[in-house]
């Protein structure tokens, strides 16, 4: 069964850098996955913060783009977060998306990063 494990939150201080790491199951990784982080702060849903396709492109919420950056290896997806602000927050959860012909979605079970000022 497919599944995917995150690492890598913790606590820095604004400006610092952290670098998640989601581990996935053989056979995640496909031309038609989207694998995509997403973050959630308390009461309010979660929101994407980077994207990155079967074929290679890369997405990034507005309030990310240009500090943190979405890539992968063979078995596990990485978002590397350069100068932290407080506002970047939150837990951060690893999203795995299959389209046709079989769908499927998968979520990791999520990281803590905060950040303080």
Known sequence: Q?????????????GGSLRLSCVTSEGVF????????????????R?????????GSENYAN?????F???????????QMNDLKPED????????RRYAPSSWEL???GTEVTVSS
Do not use: F, H
């Open 2 to 14: 497919e599944r995917l494990v995150e690492s890598g939150g913790g606590l820095v201080e604004a």
């Open 30 to 45: 496909a031309i038609n996955t989207i694998m995509s982080w997403y973050r959630q702060t308390p009461g309010k849903p």
């Open 47 to 55: 929101d994407l913060v980077a994207m990155l396709t079967g074929g």
């Open 63 to 67: 309030s990310v783009n240009g500090r």
């Open 69 to 79: 950056t979405i890539s992968r290896d063979m078995t596990t997806l990485y978002l």
């Open 89 to 96: 927050t939150g837990v951060y959860y690893c999203n795995a």
């Open 107 to 109: 979520w990791g079970q």
